[in-house]
């Protein structure tokens, strides 16, 4: 079977896309695909807007795709992948995943200088996040959300990618349940004029990844 690309943006602050990524790492056990990281944010989606949907008056969101964009310009895709896993690791504290780790501490775990931690309070990568958002969100349009998803047109490098947002899940199918639901996904993408499926919402449960 031809290996698919799957160009995948993350905001590497929401834990439901956190547990879509991996997802897309489970069926890419079972599924010819290349996953390829790209960044997105939430705060920049979200600017402008009169109400504030993430509750991040102070723009902590900025810090950490920052840091994100630095790590891919200093270090490239599989340095972001390994980073965005240690943002989200499991650290062993008996107190149960709520959101990621310390930056700093996610780089030295990631295998990069925690100096790239200063990135996040400076705007030095700012062009490259809005950049990298808004060749995301030019697939599905401003009201969209993370992740996105786009996969390689089978056969055809040059043909259009089909494109999704989500699906959003509270926790991640494993071996072939993994598998199915990229069928599905894939399959209800490529539909013209399919755009939403909503289930029953449910809090992350971030504290099965092990």
């Not at 997802?23 to 079972?30: F, G, P, R």
């Not at 390829?36 to 939430?42: A, E, T």
């Not at 992948?81 to 990631?110: Q, S």
Request: proline share 7%.
């Amino acid at each position: 079977m031809t290996t698919r690309t799957v160009d995948f943006w993350i905001d590497p602050a929401c834990p439901y896309t956190w547990l879509t990524s991996r997802w897309v790492l489970e069926a890419a056990k079972v599924r010819p695909l290349e996953v390829r990281w790209h960044i997105m944010s939430l705060a920049v989606l979200n600017e402008g807007r009169d109400d504030d949907p993430e509750g991040d008056p102070e723009g902590h969101l900025w810090i950490p795709v920052r840091i994100c964009a630095a790590v891919l310009r200093e270090h490239g895709q599989k340095a972001l992948g390994e980073f965005y896993a240690a943002l989200w690791a499991e650290r062993g504290d008996g107190d149960g995943k709520k959101w990621i780790n310390d930056p700093a501490t996610a780089l030295v775990d990631a295998g990069l200088s925690a100096e790239l931690a200063r990135a996040g309070v400076s705007d030095a990568h700012d062009d490259a996040v809005r950049a990298s958002h808004a060749e995301g969100v030019a697939l599905l349009g401003e009201r969209t959300g993370t992740p996105i998803v786009a996969v390689s047109a089978p056969g055809d490098a040059a043909g259009a990618p089909i494109a999704f947002n989500g699906p959003v899940i509270s926790r991640v199918p494993r071996g072939e349940e993994a598998g199915h639901l990229w069928d599905g996904a894939l399959l209800m993408a490529s539909v013209p004029g399919f755009h939403e499926l909503r289930g029953a919402p449910a809090d992350p449960e971030l504290d099965t990844l092990r």
